[in-house]
């Protein structure tokens, strides 16, 4: 329903955004997940329409956003990060502008306001003038304007910036019951953010997009670079005849501590946790493990490794392996 196509956005002769492609599908709640910087929010602008790329377009159900604006932003709704509330109207006065704008039919007006009104839990503040209202109340306002319409692609910029644990609770739960019936796109630079609401992470770093995936599909395909690490009381070439007995090993980096104790660090074939084998050939070469354990690569790990670099050649490498193709999603050079 949504098209990126080679978005690239410049700021002079920075990239902000840098060949940028994806698609959004119905019914997910979509999660674009970067460090601050990675042009998050110039993609969200861009797709809706505030901003203009450089290069490359957006299709909203097959409207191209510059060219069928009107339609376009018919099917979209957008809390951008600085929502461009209107500090000298009340809250229902901004809604009614907003409304208007968005062309709802005026028999429908009211009723769509209360709900969105309802729906944000901004009953309260209804006839406060914006600029009176706290950070919170402010980010809900500008919610409700994107909830209004009833678009089917909801878009938000780091919702959940600035607002206290409780506050952050209440939109979670907003958005989860706003994704039964419509698809949603949140950013944010916060991992657990994304995790707690999202059913798919795409996650870029300085404009490009490094990995695309659901939360459990990101773990899972960079655990096959898993290490499983131990410490032993022997010099490097004890460790090395010994770990020759051990099946399934891919790749080991020795370390030397001092004459008498190596570090290893072990890669194995497929992701294979194979402690035991391990345990059981330095056992059987009386040789002590004084460490031995696996580290276990959890979102957060990929999330950092892949907006810093680390392991973006390992994902590409897996990119050939899994379908087969000579396809490399990230080359790695820049990042
Ligand atoms: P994010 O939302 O992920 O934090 P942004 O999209 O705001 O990232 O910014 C991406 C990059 O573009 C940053 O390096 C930022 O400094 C730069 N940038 C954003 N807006 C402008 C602008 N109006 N002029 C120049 N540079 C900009
Ligand atoms: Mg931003």
Redesign the pocket.
């Known amino acids: 329903m949504i098209e990126v196509q080679n978005l690239v956005k410049m ?2 002769d ?1 990239t ?2 840098d060949h940028l492609s994806f698609r959004i599908e119905k019914g997910h709640i979509y999660g674009l997940l ?10 969200m602008n861009i797709m809706t329409g505030y901003l203009g790329a450089t290069e490359g377009k957006v299709l909203i159900q097959g409207h191209d956003i510059l060219k069928e604006p009107e339609l376009a932003k018919k099917s979209i709704g957008y809390l951008p ?1 600085q929502p461009p509330v209107y500090m000298d109207m009340t809250v229902r006065e901004y809604l009614q502008f907003a409304a208007e704008l968005k062309k709802i039919p005026k028999k429908e007006r009211e009723k769509q306001m209360n709900d969105v009104i309802r729906m944000t839990g901004i009953r309260e503040v209804e006839n406060r003038l914006i600029q009176n209202l706290s950070k919170g109340y402010r980010q809900r306002v500008g919610l409700a304007q994107a909830i209004l319409g009833f678009p089917e692609v909801i878009i938000l ?2 919702p959940t910036v600035g607002l206290d644990p409780k506050q952050i609770i209440e939109i979670r739960e907003l958005i989860r019951k706003l994704s039964k019936k419509h698809t949603i796109i949140l ?1 944010s ?1 916060i991992l657990a953010e994304i995790r707690e609401v999202c059913d798919y992470i795409m996650i ?1 770093s300085r ?1 490009k997009l490094v990995a695309s995936d659901t939360p459990e599909n990101l773990e899972n395909r960079l655990k096959s670079s898993r290490h499983i690490e131990l410490q032993a009381k022997a010099p490097v070439t004890r460790v090395q005849e010994i770990l020759k007995e051990v099946s399934g090993i891919k790749k080991v980096d020795y370390r030397k501590d001092n004459n008498l104790m190596t570090t290893a660090q072990i890669e194995t074939r497929n992701a294979k946790d194979i402690r035991e084998e391990i345990f059981t050939a330095f056992a059987r070469n009386n040789q002590p493990l004084t460490t031995l354990s696996l580290s276990q690569t959890t979102l957060e790990e990929v999330f950092l490794e892949l907006t810093q670099g680390k392991y973006t050649a390992s994902l590409a490498e897996q990119e050939i392996r899994d379908d087969g193709k000579e396809e490399v999603t990230g080359d790695g050079s820049d990042l």
Do not use: L, M
Not at 34 to 43: H, L, Q, V
């Open positions: 700021y002079g920075h902000a955004v970067g460090p601050n910087g990675a042009g998050k929010s110039t993609t990060e910029d780091e950013s630079h870029i404009g």
